[in-house]
């Protein structure tokens, strides 16, 4: 009797060192990036509203560029709660950007204020749904400095996003019409057309470098091509750094503002807005805020995920916006922009699913190379 006990022992007690593989880990995006995606999606009335504001009258380019920046101090009061809250078990002075972060982020705050700059003065002389789809090519100029700057490598499915996000925006350059709109200029139709050009490749710049300033302060560190191996910062480093950026960003558009005697000219602009002077000081207001969630909702993708991730939520805005511009704006939908439209979509698509085969694959390949270390260790065993 004991003696088939023990041959049933032995027979049942290499059991539970068996380790069957388990299923492949599905790709979940961590809330912060969730959270960063939703503000640039409800960040996308910014556009529309920086177009009622050239339609119905407004002319201070300056201005417009504040609007795209000004937005910050509503982050003060939520950074001042987080760090009072975190004050006992991190320290404020672990919260606190470092001053060489804080230098970087007021040299990207004055590029950033430039291109806005750039951009205000595409938007004046474009539609709202033609600039939006040009600033879409944003993405290819932060993949392209992506690649330089930060080693981004790219996947098929990227790469492929990339191009149809880009061709997207190109088809309004040689559809028919050019999707130029009737009794506008084409020279004023094409100087916007290159200054939109030009806004996107400074933004495109900037994105990348605000990823290759964390990663040297330490707030995010990046090993190796395809993954990115990260010490993902708190929150409240990423509304620092949009802080520090939208306050430089905001001097330099206020010294714009001052040299072009802005300030003076407000009350007549007002005055003779097309929707009214309440409305006008309405539509300046609320167009900040949504900019300036626009804004932090790209900084929380940065530094929580990547630049090229936050260069494809930016190309995903152009759809929303012509969908806006459409019903509010009453603005012709031609063909040319359907067409980018679907590219738009298409490539947007196309970046979601590779990124959720990439980490399969790559979730996959951890357990393999778990799984053949258990293998070594038990075999390795006496």
């Keep these: 009797m004991q003696e088939t006990s023990s041959k049933a022992a032995s027979t049942t007690s290499p059991a539970p060192t068996t380790n069957p593989s388990p299923s492949p880990a599905r790709y979940k995006p961590s809330l912060l990036v969730i959270f960063s995606a939703c503000l640039v999606l409800v960040g996308a009335t910014g556009p529309l509203l920086l177009r009622v504001y050239f339609v119905h009258g407004g002319t201070r380019l300056f201005l417009s560029a504040l609007l795209q920046i000004s937005g910050w101090p509503l982050l003060l009061p939520p950074i001042c709660v987080s760090l009072f809250r975190r004050r006992r078990s991190h320290g404020v002075s672990n919260l606190?950007?470092?001053?060489r972060l804080a230098g970087a982020a007021a040299v990207l705050g004055a590029f950033y204020a430039i291109s806005c700059f750039v951009y205000a003065l595409g938007s004046q002389a474009l539609p709202l749904s033609t600039s939006s789809l040009l600033q879409a090519t944003q993405l290819a100029f932060t993949a392209v400095f992506a690649l330089l700057f930060v080693?981004?490598?790219f996947t098929p499915f990227s790469a492929n996003a990339v191009m149809l996000l880009t061709i997207g925006p190109a088809v309004l350059g040689v559809g028919p019409g050019s999707g130029k709109p009737a009794g506008e200029a084409?020279?004023?139709?094409w100087t916007g057309f290159c200054e939109s050009i030009a806004a996107a490749a400074l933004a495109g710049l900037v994105l990348p470098l605000v990823e290759v300033a964390m990663a040297r302060s330490g707030g995010r560190r990046r090993t190796g091509p395809t993954t990115a191996a990260r010490v993902t910062p708190p929150y409240v480093t990423v509304m620092q750094m949009q802080a520090v950026m939208g306050a430089t960003g905001?001097?330099?558009?206020?010294?714009?503002?001052?040299i072009k005697s802005d300030f003076q000219a407000l009350p007549s602009e007002a005055a003779t807005f097309g929707l009214g002077d309440n409305n006008y000081y309405l539509v300046l207001i609320w167009d900040a805020v949504a900019w300036q969630m626009m804004n932090l909702g790209i900084m929380g993708l940065i530094t929580c995920a990547s630049s090229?991730?936050?260069?494809?939520?930016v190309a995903v805005l152009p759809p929303l916006s012509e969908v806006l511009a459409v019903i509010f704006l009453h603005e012709k939908f031609d063909g040319p922009k359907g067409i980018?439209?679907?590219l738009s979509l298409w490539g947007f698509a196309s970046y979601l699913y590779g990124e959720r085969a990439q980490k399969?694959?790559?979730a996959q390949k951890n357990e393999q190379e778990l799984a053949k270390k258990i293998g070594d260790v038990e075999s390795a065993a006496p």
């Excluded at 606190?96 to 001053?99: E, K, M, N, S």
């Excluded at 905001?250 to 001052?258: K, N, S």
């Excluded at 090229?308 to 939520?313: C, K, R, T």
């Design 96 to 99: 606190l950007i470092p001053a």
């Design 151 to 153: 080693g981004l490598r």
């Design 186 to 189: 084409s020279r004023t139709y």
């Design 250 to 258: 905001t001097v330099v558009c206020l010294l714009g503002m001052a």
């Design 308 to 313: 090229l991730l936050a260069g494809i939520m």
């Design 340 to 342: 980018a439209l679907v």
């Design 360 to 362: 399969k694959q790559e």
